[in-house]
């Protein structure tokens, strides 16, 4: 028994070393195997199964910095380009600017016509051309009509705001107080020195001495933009002692005002037409009646007055009023029916 205990106590013994030997050869070939290699010409990371070589990496490197190098001196030719066509738009610019200073208070439109670039002026009077000034436009329908907007010295009044509240804009933004201001001085040059072709003389004053007009002489104006050509202005200017009055039209093409028309209008023959639309509001054209009584027959008598009453009730009392007015005057007055629609 001892004997047999000792033999199985041997082979127990060469069994754990056999399996020690074995596990340090599985480790040493891991380690040949997996142990970095420390030949130059080894592979460096790159795509699987293939070996790229430092040559490879610093033509790619040299490559990559001749396209950057092309793409930087193209756009350094751009940066030129762009700088020298600046320069020149903002010698167009100063010029421009020179011509505005030329005349009184900064006056945009330029009468010498020789300063300014030919391609500008004959762009700037096409946008005049194509713009409804002189010449009306064809609409597909009403609701492509621009509508004005009229100002004075102190408001300016827009449509956009509605009769049910204020429609004056007061006070009136410093952007465009500042556009009025200098639409307005721009019309006083030209009626204070008008060219050759305006419509209008030169007239002197109670002393002889040439008439000159100032703001205060502005009686009211009002412009309207199209969005694709610029900007409209009508001026009017009276004197208090004159029976005439300046009418001077100016255009804005998104640039320099320009001077459009300039004319004289008497108003000793003109006629007012005044359309009243009313509707049962008896009371109220009581009193209307009696400030175009006190105002349009006393001191003026040219003035046609036309009444369209919507409906039938309180019709012949607005008759009866019509014609207590027309029997103490020589008005035109007339009162058409229409239907009253609810």
């Not at 009306?136 to 705001?161: C, D, N």
């Not at 933009?225 to 009017?236: A, I």
């Not at 359309?275 to 509001?281: K, Q, W």
């Amino acid at each position: 028994m001892p004997r047999r205990g000792l033999i199985l106590h041997t082979r127990t013994h060469w069994l754990l070393l056999g399996l020690a030997l074995l596990c340090s050869l599985v480790l040493f070939m891991y380690l040949l195997e997996c142990a970095p290699q420390t030949d130059g010409n080894a592979s460096l990371p790159g795509v699987v199964g293939e070996n790229y070589g430092k040559e490879y990496y610093q033509a790619l490197l040299q490559e990559q910095e001749e396209h950057y190098q092309t793409r930087a001196t193209s756009l350094k030719r751009q940066i030129a380009q762009l700088k020298q066509e600046l320069q020149e738009m903002s010698e167009k610019m100063r010029s421009l600017q020179e011509r505005r200073n030329v005349g009184a208070n900064g006056i945009g439109y330029q009468s010498n016509k020789e300063q300014a670039p030919s391609d500008l002026l004959e762009f700037l009077h096409s946008q005049i051309d194509k713009a409804e000034v002189s010449i009306g436009a064809k609409l597909p329908s009403e609701y492509g009509v621009i509508p004005f907007e009229s100002f004075t010295l102190m408001k300016v009044f827009q449509l956009e705001m509605g009769l049910t509240r204020h429609p004056e804009e007061k006070p009136v933004r410093k952007d465009k107080r500042d556009e009025l201001v200098e639409v307005i001085e721009a019309g006083l040059e030209v009626i204070n020195n008008p060219d050759e072709d305006d419509e209008q003389e030169d007239e002197e004053g109670p002393l002889g001495e040439k008439l000159i007009f100032n703001e205060n002489d502005f009686v009211e104006g009002y412009y309207r933009t199209e969005r694709d050509k610029g900007t409209q202005y009508e001026l009017f200017f009276k004197k208090a002692d004159l029976t005439e009055y300046r009418h001077v039209t100016l255009f804005r093409p998104f640039g320099p005002l320009m001077k459009v028309k300039s004319e004289m209008i008497d108003i000793t023959r003109s006629i007012i037409n005044i359309i009243v639309p009313l509707a049962e509001r008896t009371e109220a054209f009581v009193q209307f009646m009696q400030n175009f009584r006190d105002v349009c027959i006393h001191q003026d008598k040219k003035i046609h007055l036309t009444v369209v009453y919507f409906g039938k009730e309180g019709l012949s009392k607005v008759k009866s009023i019509l014609e207590s007015v027309t029997s103490h005057s020589l008005l035109l007055i007339l009162c058409l029916q229409l239907p009253l629609i609810s």
